[in-house]
């Protein structure tokens, strides 16, 4: 390197006001270099040793509470707020949701009262499939209901099917033609390619009620309890990636605050090791689990449940029968999922899995081996009583222990209560919002206006539409 002259002719940049300036040395360049490197590597340790700490940085909630960065789900000390992991979620909920009317689209009343528009949404919200009223009465409550649609993030469409179906307001033909109409009259369904539509499918078929969800919905978000159902194409409708899972239906006497149906029993009282409630069906798991309790009825409760007629069991002889046990058994029926496991959280029994394909809810913030057992289903026999009959008593009350504190997650109750169904729901509906909005049908502009293949202003769209 050259040698840095001192002559004025040499100094452009000095100052009219000094007769001397400091040269920069080689010296002051090493200097300088030394300090950067020594900058960068204080600012690593610092960093490291923040994030390897087991204490992570608090921020403050609305309320004035302090969640961690770090923290998968944390309660407060009062056990009363739940507090969401702050990566991929957000630091607070800010969704506005537009929940479609039943007058402004044809047809869409069908789909909530059947045909002759004579179904109560009152009959639907009851049973195990009671999400698909729950959710839409609960949104259209909820401060993330907004009125204007050009402001929306997501869009819900409200819809019973399965209610609908089950109590002869439409068949299955008819269901799929009135799903079709329906979403031709949706200019933002369009836009999007359905992207940012909302629908709630409540039971083990899933989507599948809709014979063309392929064709119409392989795009959008469905709410389901449902992973593992398929179609004769051996498809499933449920989408890891889009879809989001959520816990069934609950009997709302064993989840609201206060006096419930039953209250749980001590371990020391409890009659039995294990319990299975539900019927056959014919499936193999469950056909093992009524051989077994013959064969040890000391230990296993398979009782023959009637759910109709004189003997029918009444829903509170039924929790009383599932809180007398230790460990609640819930295999595979149907399909993937059953309620028994939701239910059994709310009699503190530990739920026992035995449905390898099943999906649980909240995967993201909730780790179910704390809470829950799964035990291979190819396995139901002396082996798995054997297992529960080893665990020590105090590792079963840790378990229920943990089961209690999250349990909330799992019940759709009304009121500003943070650890609900629905705020969980909002929560994993917030991650799905997308800034931008596309499909085959959209193309846009320079001047960002967006068209259609026709190059018609998105304004100016009539239905019926061409859905993409």
Request: glycine residues 6%.
């Amino acid at each position: 390197m050259g040698s840095i002259h001192s002559s004025k002719s040499s100094r452009p940049f000095t100052s009219h006001h000094s007769n001397t300036i400091t040269p920069c040395t080689r010296t002051h360049q090493i200097g300088a270099l030394a300090l950067i490197i020594v900058t960068f590597f204080l600012t690593r340790i610092f960093d490291q040793s923040l994030n390897s700490s087991s204490f992570s940085i608090p921020t403050t909630t609305t309320s004035g509470e302090y969640r961690s960065k770090n923290d998968v789900v944390r309660f407060s000390d009062s056990g009363g707020a739940l507090f969401w992991p702050e990566r991929g979620y957000g630091t607070h909920l800010s969704l506005k949701i537009y929940v479609y009317d039943e007058n402004e689209i044809n047809g869409l009343k069908h789909l909530l009262f059947g045909r002759d528009d004579m179904i109560s949404p009152d009959s639907c919200v009851k049973g195990q499939w009671g999400t698909q009223v729950k959710i839409h009465r609960m949104l259209l409550q909820s401060r993330f209901r907004t009125r204007k649609k050009e402001e929306a993030d997501l869009f819900f469409v409200p819809a019973y099917p399965k209610c609908v179906r089950m109590m002869g307001g439409l068949n299955d033909k008819e269901i799929n033609q009135t799903y079709v109409k329906v979403l031709s009259q949706m200019p933002y369904f369009r836009l999007s390619g359905g992207r940012n539509h909302i629908f709630v499918f409540p039971s083990g078929a899933g989507a599948h009620l809709f014979k063309s969800w392929a064709t119409y919905l392989n795009r959008s978000i469905i709410l389901t309890p449902e992973g593992d159902r398929t179609d004769k194409r051996d498809t499933s409708a449920f989408n890891t990636w889009k879809d989001i899972i959520i816990p069934g239906n609950i009997d709302d006497g064993m989840t609201t605050h206060g006096s419930r149906i039953v209250e749980p029993l001590p371990l020391s009282e409890r009659k039995h090791l294990a319990n299975y409630l539900g019927r056959t069906q014919g499936k193999v798991g469950r056909l093992r689990l009524i051989d077994l309790s013959k064969q040890f009825p000391d230990k296993l409760e398979c009782p023959e449940l009637k759910f109709s007629g004189p003997n029918k069991l009444g829903r509170k002889e039924y929790f009383e029968h599932l809180r007398n046990a230790k460990f609640c058994l819930a295999p595979r029926g149907e399909s993937s999922w059953t309620l028994r496991f939701y239910e059994s959280f709310f009699v503190e029994c530990v739920p026992v899995i035995l449905s390898d394909q099943v999906e649980l809810p909240f995967q993201n913030v909730i780790d179910y081996t704390l809470i829950s057992i799964k035990w291979p289903s190819t396995h139901i026999g002396t082996e798995l009583l054997d297992y529960l009959e080893s665990i020590p008593d105090k590792d079963i009350e840790e378990m229920i222990a943990w089961g209690r504190k999250i349990r909330c997650l799992f019940a759709y109750t009304p009121g500003s209560d943070s650890c609900t169904a629905f705020n969980a729901l909002m929560w994993e509906l917030q991650r799905k919002v997308r800034q931008f909005h596309q499909s085959s049908e959209t193309f846009w502009l320079h001047n960002r206006t967006i068209v259609d293949r026709s190059l018609v202003e998105f304004s100016k769209w009539i239905p019926p539409l061409h859905l993409p």
